[in-house]
């Protein structure tokens, strides 16, 4: 996945139809694949995949989940050895729940697990010990009909008993619905479970937080954690928001750690002295210049990044002094890619050698790629990394099926020239299996041909193909997952597959060849394609469809849609916008504002873990130019300074932290 100022990317850990994530396997295929997906077959043995209704478990095959994560199947039907989910899928277990031969969600972070996730999934078995769910009715101790597995402990969920294939921990979710990012529980189409109820005491949701103070009128809606009162820091207990004695950016915020000062969300980009002003916790020097205020080393955004913020020299006006560093370009998945003054610098998870320095060790801040000599001008990232260099595109990371576009499937640690791209490249885009680029004008793809990634028809390579149709005047392309969108001459178009209607054309099913996206079809300025829904801004509005289960559409409902629907609450010219797993992001005249699932806190909130319209990101300044998505976070860039916030499982936020962050924090450039 590829950002650019107004062009955006995501990044993700793959998601079911149903919100369920997949999990990472640690022993896939050939130890490569991180997505644990086998091209026309089963996933992986010791990964996992799910979806709905069935035919897929990789990359077009059948769908057993070999090693036992679930095929949640229309009826109920469970995966060999697997478990059955019936009616819908489950919430995001906290720190516990593990895919047989998978990898352990640890901190809170990430597996979606059937409800609870108390004990993890048992071996062979249907279901984990805190949620009970299957496609019958459980009364008096029977067990439901599985088709594959026993279910653990009969039919009793902590809390509660499971009726009709529902479960919940101390209370219900709703026949054919499923549980929502921090427990929240309600069908597709919105509405709320029984009686809008959850269980008595709260659910325990994604990274700790509890939903027993929830709003769910109805229906999903924008959800507030309930967190400790105080923190305990040095043996001496702090109330909340009291203030660090040695750093008046800090506070006790329990929200986000009990055992240490955080950063203080009211406090950031607020004044801590003459001349300063609180950042990513710190107290820094500024410049103010024509009323805007700069901080120490940053860039004059209408210099090509030539001049700088230097209080010593000049308070008051810009310095011919280059910035400390300036970033043009950005972008994530499990790792994070940014070009800085023209030279590549990556970070986060390094398998199969994602970040291009020759090593496959993850890093939490920002490492130079290797033998990219020459001025870079784009990036992206997915299950590999491709940049464009003087006119020249390069890859690197995972080659399983070709997407590293130099005619063979040889993983690399270090960037590859992809073969015949040697001039004019414009733009990459960069997904699971496939990548793609602009060159002259005219949009190429190359790698997994599966479900029509390519766009070319049933035309494949493991070099670059011509993307059908899209000859000339292609301004932008970003690639996800499953499927990929571009624009030419202002109107909008996406291929591959389609399962909740993201190629926006009214329809569920996939396209091997670009298909025009319901009414974008003159004055659209930016693209992104997020795991299941995609988004765009057109004429200074900002338009989303496909899955809408978290919101992450940000119409105020979570019915899904096949065509676009506008964003609401947005006042002011949108200039760029992000979609990532299930939440999506956007710049308005210069800030940043997020709406769908923050469970990882990637709305940019301390307190709001879902919204169905957008809602501001806490403690960024105004003056955004550039807006990018990653597995569960995302990152803006302000004065040519990169800020991230959300998911930092891998170290992706670049503030050599493994810590999620509820509010931006700088990235740490060497």
Known sequence: ????????SRSLLPLTPLGLLMVQACG??????????????????????????????????????????????????SAIGGRTATGGMTAKSTGGASAIGGRTATGGTTFRTPTGGAGGNPTGGNLAIGGISGPGTNVGGSSPITNG????NSNTSVGGVSVGGTAAIGGSSAPGGYFASGGVSGPIAGTSAIAGSFGTGGITGVGGQTTGGCSCSGGTSTITSTAPATCTLANVVYAANASNPANPCQSCQPALSTAAWSVDP???????????????????????IDAVTYLEGESNPDTACTESCRPALSPSSWSDVAPDYCVTAMAGM?????????????????????????????????????????NATAIAAGNHTCAAVDGKAYCWGYNGYGALGDGTTTTSRVPVAVTGLT????????AAFHACAIVNGSAYCWGSNSQGFLGSGSVSGTGPVQVQGLTSNVTAIDAMYQ?????????????????????GNGSTGGSSVPVQVTGLTSGV???????????????GAAYCWGINSDGQLGNANTVNSAVPVAVQGLTGMVEGIAASVSSSCAIVSGDVYCWGTGGSHELGSSTVTQSLTPVKVEGLRSGASLIMAGDRYFCAVVNGTAWCWGNNEYGNLGNNSTLNAAVPVRVMFP
């Not at 300025?525 to 057109?538: K, R």
Request: hydrophobic share 35%.
């Open 28 to 77: 896939s295929a050939a130890g490569l694949d991180p997505w644990s997906s086998d091209l026309g077959g089963a996933s992986a043995t010791g990964g996992a995949f799910a979806r709905t209704g069935g035919a897929f478990a990789g990359l077009g095959g059948a769908n057993v989940a070999t090693g036992g994560m679930t095929a949640k199947s229309t009826g109920g039907a």
């Open 525 to 539: 300025q930016a693209i992104s394609t997020g795991y299941y829904h995609s988004c765009a801004v057109m004429s």
């Open 483 to 503: 499927h990929s969108c571009a624009i030419m001459n202002g109107s909008a178009h996406c291929w591959g597959a389609a399962y909740w209607g993201e190629l």
């Open 149 to 152: 597995g026993s279910q653990v």
């Open 266 to 288: 009211s406090r950031e980009h607020t004044s801590c002295g003459s001349g300063m002003l609180c950042a990513s916790g710190v107290c820094e020097l500024t410049c103010t």
């Open 423 to 430: 001039s004019g490249v414009e733009q990459v885009a960069a």
């Open 1 to 8: 996945m590829k950002t650019t100022r107004c062009l955006t």
């Open 334 to 374: 499990f790792q994070t890619c940014a070009v800085v003054s023209g030279r590549v610098y990556c970070w986060g998870q390094n398998n199969n050698g994602v970040l291009g320095d020759g090593t496959s060790i993850s890093s939490p801040v920002p490492v130079a790629v290797q033998n990219l000599t020459g």
